[in-house]
Structures are given as structure tokens and as C-alpha cells.
């Protein structure tokens, strides 16, 4: 069974600051992995998908790298500002057509 | 474009009461995804549809949650009755294709916040 642990679960850093969030899965046989984002109350927006077959994939401030054999995902985030405060969470698209996601990263910049 | 439009945002209800959730998906994405979330956890699939065919239902609790799309295109999900342990957000997505596939994103929409009092 497919299990996603997402360390730190909550992290609170200065603005400017360049920061990774991590994603850990247990069954390296997934066809991709997807980054979102949740504001309070909100729901999920996407910030990047990586398929299997490729390594990371940037957008802006954000670049997200995948490891398939070793199970794990990061999510880079360079000068961090107080707008990037959030969830971030990540999901992976697995055998069976599941999509399985993490307890996610509670993000705080301070000004 | 328009996103997934969910409504209400919003309700609370007492215990033993039916509560629906109405989803509409992104124009032409055939998949749709109903999902619930615990505080403090990530969403969990409660059922997934290509087109009108429900194709995974199997976390969903069949006994009290119901859902349809008729059509192919807007989605309700029912409870009845509710129960206290129903509180949560209930979340719903769609995507161009099912999530076998290596490109397929999902898109979500804000959420109907429960509350069984």
C-alpha cells in the first residue's frame, strides 16, 4: 500500500530565506507526482507535476526534483516571501489509478 | 477559463440531517474526482467517475454517501444521514483523462466546508 510522509510538518522561516520541502512515497512505481499549494480555507492549487520519467520541472521561485528510486520529492522554494505561506502538499498518481497524498508542510515567512 | 465551481462553501448541519455537495467540473475534463479532508491531513478519494461511470467508489462509505453524474458533466454527493464524524471539507477535482496517465493534473475546487453539530 502506498503510504506519503511529508517532513517538516509545519516550518517557519525569515523572508528571503531559500527553503526544501520534502515528500517520501513507498512504492517507487508511480506515474507522476504532483505540488500544491492550500491556503486556510481554500482549496488545492497546482504548482507543478513531474511524470515519471523526468527529474524536476521548474515554475518561477519553485522547482520541484523526483527521485523514483529512491521514493522521494523535494520542493525547492528560493527567497521566500510572506505570500508563500501555506500548505504545501504532495500526491502521487500510483498503480490502480490512486492518487495518494500527504498530511502536507504547514509554511510560515516571517516579514 | 473558468475553474471546478463547487457550492455551497460552506454548511452546518445537525447530526441524522442530508447534506449535498454540487460540483462543476473544468468544460471537457472527463474525470471527476469527489475527495474528503480531515484537519490537518491530506484529501482522500472518496469516488472517482470517467464520464458518467463511477470506476472507483471502493472508499466510499456506501451506507450513508451517495453520489452521481449525470450526464457526464456536473457531479452531487450526498450524505444521509450525517453523522459527527462527517465534519470535514469535501473536496472536488477534475482532470482531462484518467490518472494513469503520466501528464494528467488534477484541478481542484474550493472546497464545501461540513460541520455536523
Known amino acids: 500500500k502506498q503510504e506519503v510522509t511529508q517532513i517538516p510538518a509545519a516550518l517557519s522561516v525569515p523572508e528571503g530565506e531559500n527553503l526544501v520541502l520534502n515528500c517520501s512515497f513507498t512504492d517507487s512505481a508511480i506515474y507522476n507526482l504532483q505540488w500544491f499549494r492550500q491556503d486556510p480555507g481554500k482549496g488545492l492549487t497546482s504548482l507543478l507535476l513531474i511524470q515519471s520519467s523526468q527529474r524536476e520541472q521548474t515554475s518561477g521561485r519553485l522547482n520541484a526534483s523526483l527521485d523514483k528510486s529512491s521514493g522521494r520529492s523535494t520542493l525547492y522554494i528560493a527567497a521566500s516571501q510572506p505570500g508563500d505561506s501555506a500548505t504545501y502538499l504532495c500526491?502521487?498518481?500510483?498503480?490502480?489509478?490512486?492518487?495518494?497524498f500527504g498530511a502536507g508542510t504547514r509554511l510560515f515567512v516571517k516579514a | 477559463e473558468a475553474g471546478v465551481v463547487q457550492s455551497p462553501r460552506y454548511k452546518i448541519i445537525e447530526k441524522k440531517q442530508p447534506v449535498a455537495f454540487w460540483c462543476n467540473p473544468i468544460s471537457g475534463h472527463n474525470t471527476l474526482y469527489w475527495y474528503r479532508q480531515n484537519l490537518g491531513q491530506g484529501p482522500e478519494l472518496l469516488i472517482r467517475y470517467e464520464n458518467e461511470e463511477a470506476v472507483d467508489d471502493s472508499q466510499l462509505p456506501k451506507d450513508r454517501f451517495s453520489a452521481e453524474r449525470l450526464k457526464g458533466v456536473d457531479s452531487t454527493l450526498k450524505i444521509q444521514p450525517a453523522e459527527l464524524g462527517d465534519s470535514a471539507v469535501y473536496l472536488c477535482?477534475?482532470?482531462?483523462?484518467?490518472?494513469?496517465?503520466?501528464?494528467?493534473?488534477?484541478?481542484f475546487g474550493p472546497g464545501t466546508r461540513l460541520t455536523v453539530l
Open positions: 477535482a477534475s482532470s482531462l483523462g484518467s490518472p494513469g496517465l503520466a501528464s494528467i493534473e488534477q484541478f
Open positions: 500526491a502521487v498518481n500510483t498503480g490502480g489509478f490512486k492518487t495518494i
